[in-house]
């Protein structure tokens, strides 16, 4: 099954029930296991940690597309759709998966004074947080190590790497606007056509006209539609889509940007380096340059 077919289709419902004796779950994915471990596109009510030890791979939530690079961690409010992070991940790897309601500790728990930051750090996860250098390995090692613990020290920890993710100034919020409960399921699964359309197409010239066919509407109907349930329009969409390919690409030192820019569905170089830098706030250059950086502080960081 390719990705595309992953996408087009109602995000299944996972149903988390966490052991006897547990109020949450963790578990250990490898490269052996993740992809028949967990469900493809997909949606839960609880809170989600992922931590990826290394390699790249890409982020795709709701209507947002991002790649990371050197592993990843990420926390995500409840009722995101989303891919497993690992779906197309080839190199050797572990990936931890916690999934948590937000009353896991009991209704009153989080009201506590002492969980204020914690309780706002889930209130800003509610549109996805990634995390990057030294918090994504303090916790991601605290998240290793729980795995093998009993279920009182693993709660302690779990509350630990929540609190450090809280303190952390090393995040990127992901600014996902998905009223997934919102909802209705016909205008979810017409989204989710949209967004294999986007996937198959966004190499080339796509026209509105195109993307409203998908769905059967007119294209006046099509761009209210999107725009009330994504908060932005498709042609914005298509080319944040578009840019988030190119980010991946640049990792590849021996792509020239015009060629990045051809194969991300830009024609016109220009233009390419206006809409990357409208989405990254960042030239492609400058881009690349950061993260020849970025990768090399966290190999040392790593070390």
């Given at each position: 099954m390719s990705q595309s077919d992953k996408i087009n289709k109602k995000p299944l419902f996972e149903n988390i029930r966490p052991t006897f004796g547990n109020s949450f779950t963790v578990?250990?994915?490898?490269?052996?296991?993740?992809?028949?471990?967990?469900?493809?596109?997909?949606?839960?009510?609880?809170?989600?940690?992922?931590?990826?030890?290394?390699?790249?791979?890409?982020?795709?939530?709701?209507?947002?597309?991002?790649?990371?690079?050197?592993?990843?961690?990420?926390?995500?409010?409840?009722?995101?759709?989303?891919?497993?992070?690992?779906?197309?991940?080839?190199?050797?790897?572990?990936q931890i998966v916690v999934q948590m309601r937000e009353d896991f500790l009991g209704k009153d728990f989080?009201?506590?004074?002492?969980?204020?930051?914690?309780?706002?750090?889930?209130?800003?996860?509610?549109?996805?947080?990634?995390?990057h250098g030294h918090t994504r390995w303090?916790?991601?090692?605290?998240?290793?190590?729980m795995v093998d613990l009993d279920?009182?020290?693993?709660?302690?920890?779990?509350?630990?790497?929540?609190?450090?993710?809280?303190?952390?100034?090393e995040v990127w919020p992901l600014k996902i606007n998905y009223l997934s409960l919102e909802v209705k399921p016909q205008d979810h699964q017409r989204m989710q056509s949209v967004y294999n359309f986007v996937e198959k197409n966004?190499?080339?010239?796509?026209?509105?006209?195109?993307?409203?066919?998908?769905?059967?509407m007119t294209t006046p109907a099509f761009c209210r539609f999107f725009k009330k349930i994504n908060h932005?329009?498709?042609?914005?969409?298509?080319n944040e889509f578009r840019?988030?390919?190119?980010?991946?690409?640049?990792?590849?030192?021996?792509?020239?940007?015009?060629?990045?820019?051809?194969?991300?569905?830009f024609n016109n170089l220009s233009h390419f380096n206006k809409q990357f830098k409208s989405v990254t706030g960042v030239t492609p250059t400058q881009y690349r340059q950061d993260l020849r950086q970025f990768v090399v502080s966290s190999v040392k960081q790593e070390g």
């Amino acid at each position: 099954m390719s990705q595309s077919d992953k996408i087009n289709k109602k995000p299944l419902f996972e149903n988390i029930r966490p052991t006897f004796g547990n109020s949450f779950t963790v578990r250990r994915f490898t490269e052996a296991d993740a992809e028949s471990s967990m469900p493809y596109w997909h949606c839960h009510p609880e809170y989600e940690i992922v931590f990826i030890s290394n390699g790249r791979g890409k982020r795709h939530i709701a209507d947002h597309v991002s790649h990371y690079f050197e592993g990843d961690l990420v926390l995500l409010g409840p009722n995101l759709p989303h891919l497993g992070f690992a779906q197309e991940l080839k190199e050797k790897h572990v990936q931890i998966v916690v999934q948590m309601r937000e009353d896991f500790l009991g209704k009153d728990f989080f009201e506590l004074a002492e969980m204020a930051d914690i309780r706002q750090l889930f209130q800003r996860a509610r549109s996805g947080l990634s995390f990057h250098g030294h918090t994504r390995w303090e916790v991601g090692q605290i998240l290793q190590n729980m795995v093998d613990l009993d279920k009182f020290w693993r709660m302690v920890e779990l509350l630990r790497a929540l609190q450090i993710m809280a303190d952390s100034q090393e995040v990127w919020p992901l600014k996902i606007n998905y009223l997934s409960l919102e909802v209705k399921p016909q205008d979810h699964q017409r989204m989710q056509s949209v967004y294999n359309f986007v996937e198959k197409n966004f190499h080339r010239q796509v026209t509105l006209d195109e993307a409203a066919g998908v769905i059967n509407m007119t294209t006046p109907a099509f761009c209210r539609f999107f725009k009330k349930i994504n908060h932005k329009t498709f042609i914005e969409f298509l080319n944040e889509f578009r840019v988030a390919h190119a980010c991946s690409l640049l990792a590849e030192e021996h792509l020239s940007i015009a060629a990045v820019s051809y194969e991300s569905g830009f024609n016109n170089l220009s233009h390419f380096n206006k809409q990357f830098k409208s989405v990254t706030g960042v030239t492609p250059t400058q881009y690349r340059q950061d993260l020849r950086q970025f990768v090399v502080s966290s190999v040392k960081q790593e070390g």
